[in-house]
């Protein structure tokens, strides 16, 4: 299905912020009648489940059919399916098309974020006429999009990089503006492979699985894999973390320990063999990314990135990427972190 998508939602909560549905043989029944919205909820359902690989054509079929029946959110997300390539090949131009469609279907998310893409600022509702979305989407210059600055060394041992206004302005205030009222507490992955909160990490986050995904992530994704040349397939779902002031991520290592399988679903997904971190705000004082053992502590201005490779170049786990996500003294921090594996299950 390209890109390992379902396989990338369960390394995350696939399920988390689904909305609460009605039972499940009154959403068959409505979407049975043909109601579009139905369709699109029930589609949404069976993304979740956890044996959603053996209803994957169904519910591919219910968001295009809801999509034709003029449903916006169903087409935002047949949009992210031509990104991602879903049942498909992958399909940017099909993507844009799909998110003008969705603006002219009247929604407000595929609204801003063709402005996002096309990099326009929004017009006055009396300037904009009935071609206007169409207008915005030709404005999209589609490999500017993944284009990202020089890569900077701030260490060879471990191996740690910066690249600066690797995101704008308008593409950060989306992420956090997606992100701002889904976030709860972070956990982490104890030895058994489990999540749980731990005292050690007391800043928040959200991840978003494909059922949560958005084009404008979704080209950020890419424009990580053009960085760090390391293709989307192997990503984990992408985290966009929030730090109050005292909130932090105390020393730790991302990498997952390589006698235990369980960690961190190693065995299928193998080894984190990097993290990749963009600066979204920079509206806060403190908050610095810390590596203490090779004394680098970095903070970036909005749209900077910091990323670095948790194994050496033999790919074993490099004990120098310890770090620590230090506190905010005042203000609040929003960071997008992107872990990535050696593989997807597939590759095994």
């Given at each position: 299905m390209g890109e390992g998508a379902l396989a990338?939602?369960?390394?995350?909560?696939?399920c988390a912020n689904l909305k609460a549905m009605e039972p499940t043989n009154q959403l068959e029944e409505r979407a049975a009648s043909?109601?579009?919205?139905?369709?699109?909820?029930?589609?949404?359902?069976?993304?979740?489940?956890?044996?959603?690989?053996?209803?994957?054509?169904?519910?591919?079929?219910?968001?295009?059919?809801?999509?034709?029946?003029?449903?916006?959110?169903?087409?935002?997300?047949?949009?992210?399916?031509e990104a991602m390539g879903v049942s498909?090949?992958?399909?940017?131009?099909?993507?844009?098309?799909?998110?003008?469609?969705?603006?002219?279907?009247?929604?407000?998310s595929a609204q801003?974020?063709?402005?996002?893409?096309?990099?326009?600022?929004?017009?006055?509702?009396?300037?904009?006429?009935?071609?206007?979305?169409?207008q915005v989407r030709a404005s999209i210059a589609t490999p500017e999009l993944f284009a990202h600055g020089e890569r900077e060394s701030l260490s060879d041992a471990p191996r740690i990089r910066i690249i600066r206004s690797f995101a704008n302005r308008a593409e950060c205030a989306w992420l956090i503006d997606r992100a701002r009222s889904r976030v709860a507490?972070?956990?982490?992955?104890?030895?058994?492979?489990?999540?749980?909160?731990?005292?050690?990490?007391?800043?928040?986050?959200?991840?978003?699985?494909?059922?949560?995904?958005?084009?404008?992530?979704?080209?950020?994704?890419?424009?990580?894999?053009?960085a760090t040349r390391i293709p989307v397939p192997v990503f984990e779902p992408t985290q966009v973390l929030h730090y109050n002031v005292g909130e932090e991520f105390k020393l730790h290592h991302d990498f997952l320990d390589p006698a235990n399988p369980s960690h961190g679903n190693l065995l299928?997904?193998?080894?984190?063999?990097?993290?990749?971190?963009?600066?979204?705000?920079?509206?806060?004082?403190?908050?610095?990314?810390?590596?203490?053992?090779?004394?680098i502590e970095y903070r970036g201005t909005t749209g900077d990135a910091i990323f670095?490779?948790?194994?050496?170049?033999?790919?074993?786990?490099?004990?120098?990427?310890?770090h620590a996500g230090l506190a905010p003294t005042s203000g609040e921090k929003w960071i997008l972190s992107q872990w990535i594996r050696d593989r997807t299950p597939a590759r095994r």
């Open positions: 990338a939602g369960r390394r995350g909560r696939p043909g109601d579009p919205e139905a369709k699109f909820d029930l589609a949404r359902e069976l993304i979740c489940g956890a044996d959603s690989a053996l209803h994957f054509e169904r519910w591919v079929a219910l968001v295009e059919e809801s999509s034709n029946a003029g449903h916006a959110p169903a087409t935002e997300l047949w949009a992210i399916f498909r090949p992958q399909n940017w131009e099909g993507a844009f098309d799909r998110l003008r469609i969705a603006a002219d279907q009247g929604s407000v801003r974020q063709l402005l996002i893409l096309g990099r326009r600022e929004a017009e006055p509702a009396e300037a904009v006429g009935a071609d206007h979305w169409a507490r972070a956990k982490v992955i104890d030895a058994g492979g489990a999540q749980r909160l731990d005292p050690a990490r007391t800043n928040s986050g959200t991840d978003f699985p494909v059922q949560d995904m958005d084009i404008v992530l979704e080209v950020i994704r890419n424009r990580i894999a053009a299928d997904f193998g080894q984190r063999i990097a993290t990749f971190l963009i600066y979204l705000n920079e509206e806060f004082e403190g908050g610095a990314t810390q590596f203490p053992d090779v004394g670095w490779a948790n194994v050496d170049h033999d790919a074993r786990p490099d004990p120098l990427t310890l």
